[in-house]
């Protein structure tokens, strides 16, 4: 009964503390620096709590019980208001920052072992001489293996203030004794750019994987170095970066606009109106872009898609984005903990908030919408897509956009299911091509490291018989042999069964080149800059009414 009575407990004061949520801010650090009033509420909110830990029948934390109700009032405000607990905060702010103090390895969780899949050129790792392929096996002389092992267990352990230690023991395949290493923590750049590179002659590809600190001087860099190829356009791959940091997304669309052009403009309750226009200091403000967008698509990467698509600066293809148009504002407190709290809607340049709609307290069925949209064909077909015609706007040039519900792209490319079957879902979903995958690449590395580039690897590949091979392995793992189906999916096996090992082998950017020489949308997007075609044109109607009325 106890236990009972004390989940309860949240929803008799949730209310109450919601009244005093703003004073987290007084206590905080806020970027805009606007300090909220005291609210006297704060009072009643210690009483009630003073109340509980005098007289309640059970003995209570307080704080437990305040760190439960915290996640369910922000819920009943929105989806993206969000708590984060003091032991989270630092990681959560890490990812969006330009480097955090670490190791400097990437490594995966495999067989209940942390498996080094490459390490940071120049970082602490590869000074001391880890390589890709070891096996951490203990941490600080502490056995760090078995099942209760996670990501998040191991990067509480491998991160670390800089210039602090932690002493590894690997186990490495050319060696029969463990190995000892003392490494010194220390920066590890975060990058946003998975990819950059020229996709033939004359065009260049980038891919953003969210929009951080660095983000805008990253891209700066990607478009100077395909600027040295001749570059005369440019693909920018927003496909399923969630967002990040709005001040990155304006620095980035003003490199792209003439000075005056609106970029966002946000609006709120107790929050400043703000209007960003271009400056007219961009230094690509004439280069052909193609931005593509897909489903993950959120938040940054919509205002950057939208300010493109608003001002018919370029044209975005793929398929209708995530639909983020609430602005958050980190709020810390005292004890190390925080609150991104939404304070504002951004609209793109036409006027539209992309916000898709949302019911208080709902967020479950919210954060499932991709399901719905892949239930309802809209991955499939470009005319699944239903768009609210109440909130109908239109670009410089007259084109129609909708609010509502993200941005929906000027090309739809579908979603190929081109020789999925059951077997392909089925060794997808129990993880066994990322499993063999590793296997593969971890058994072979001394050949598969002789191949610098993905062609090169790749041809090596061919000849492996890797398929055939993956196949006796899923067996062996209780996936039976299914001849049809398997020859429906032989190609879709190759492509991931080559992009992992190639991933293991060569890294991100290589992996990116081998899957894009195969992708529908940059197909497309590539066609688009081919023919001249990335600059919008005003619809045919609007030129025909302009010659009427002339």
Not at 32 to 61: C, F, H, M, W
Not at 90 to 104: C, K, T
Not at 159 to 174: D, L, N, Q, W
Request: aromatic share 8%; proline share 4%.
């Amino acid at each position: 009964m106890t236990n009972k009575k004390s989940r309860f407990i949240p929803l008799i004061f949730a209310v109450c503390i919601a009244l005093g949520i703003v004073i987290g801010a007084f206590y905080g650090k806020q970027n805009q620096g606007n300090r909220p009033n005291p609210v006297t509420s704060s009072n009643k909110i210690s009483a009630l709590l003073r109340v509980i830990e005098d007289k309640y029948v059970d003995t209570v934390d307080v704080f437990n019980l305040i760190e439960e109700a915290m996640p369910q009032i922000l819920g009943e405000l929105d989806p993206h208001s969000i708590y984060i607990p003091a032991k989270d905060l630092e990681e959560v702010n890490s990812e969006l920052e330009a480097s955090f103090s670490g190791v400097g390895i990437q490594f995966s969780i495999q067989s209940d072992t942390i498996h080094v899949n490459s390490v940071v050129p120049g970082g602490p790792s590869e000074k001391v001489g880890l390589m890709g392929g070891d096996r951490i096996v203990k941490v600080n002389d502490s056995l760090f293996v078995g099942k209760e092992l996670t990501n998040e267990r191991a990067m509480r352990a491998l991160k670390g203030p800089k210039g602090t230690e932690v002493k590894v023991s690997i186990k490495r395949a050319t060696e029969k004794e463990l190995l000892e290493f003392v490494i010194v923590r220390g920066d590890i750049p975060q990058h946003s750019i998975n990819a950059s590179y020229m996709l033939d002659k004359d065009f260049g590809y980038i891919q953003i994987s969210k929009f951080g600190r660095t983000t805008h001087l990253e891209m700066i860099s990607a478009l100077a170095e395909l600027s040295h190829y001749n570059c005369k356009g440019v693909i920018i791959d927003l496909r399923d970066n969630t967002g990040g940091f709005m001040e990155s997304a304006i620095h980035m669309v003003n490199e792209f606009l003439p000075a005056n052009q609106l970029i966002v403009y946000t609006e709120g309750r107790n929050f400043p109106s703000m209007r960003e226009y271009a400056d007219g200091t961009g230094s690509f403000q004439q280069l052909p872009i193609v931005v593509l967008v897909n489903e993950n698509s959120a938040s940054a990467s919509e205002i950057f898609a939208g300010a493109i698509q608003d001002n018919d600066r370029g044209t975005i293809v793929g398929r209708r984005s995530f639909g983020k148009g609430l602005v958050q504002e980190p709020i810390e407190f005292s004890d190390g903990s925080a609150i991104r709290l939404t304070i504002a809607r951004y609209h793109t340049p036409s006027g539209r908030c992309i916000q898709r709609p949302y019911e208080n307290g709902k967020d479950e069925h919210y954060n499932l919408d991709w399901v719905e949209r892949y239930e309802k064909g809209e991955f499939f077909s470009e005319d699944s897509i239903k768009q609210n015609k109440e909130l109908q706007y239109t670009t410089g040039l007259g084109r129609i956009v909708y609010g509502g519900g993200g941005i929906m792209p000027d090309v739809f490319v579908p979603q190929d299911t081109t020789g999925v079957s059951s077997y392909l879902i089925e060794v997808s979903n129990k993880g066994l091509i990322t499993q063999y995958s590793f296997n593969y690449s971890d058994n072979n590395r001394p050949e598969l490291t002789k191949h610098e580039t993905w062609n090169d690897l790749l041809t090596h590949l061919e000849k492996q018989n890797v398929v055939h091979s993956f196949i006796r392995y899923a067996d062996s793992k209780g996936v039976k042999r299914r001849n049809l189906l398997i020859q429906q999916s032989f190609t879709l096996l190759e492509r991931y069964l080559y992009g992992n090992i190639i991933y293991n082998i060569l890294g991100q950017e290589e992996y990116i080149k081998f899957l894009n020489q195969s992708d529908d949308t940059v197909k497309r997007a590539l066609q688009i800059l081919q023919r001249g075609e990335s600059f919008p044109k005003a619809p045919e109607t609007n030129t025909l009414e302009v010659a009427n009325n002339g």
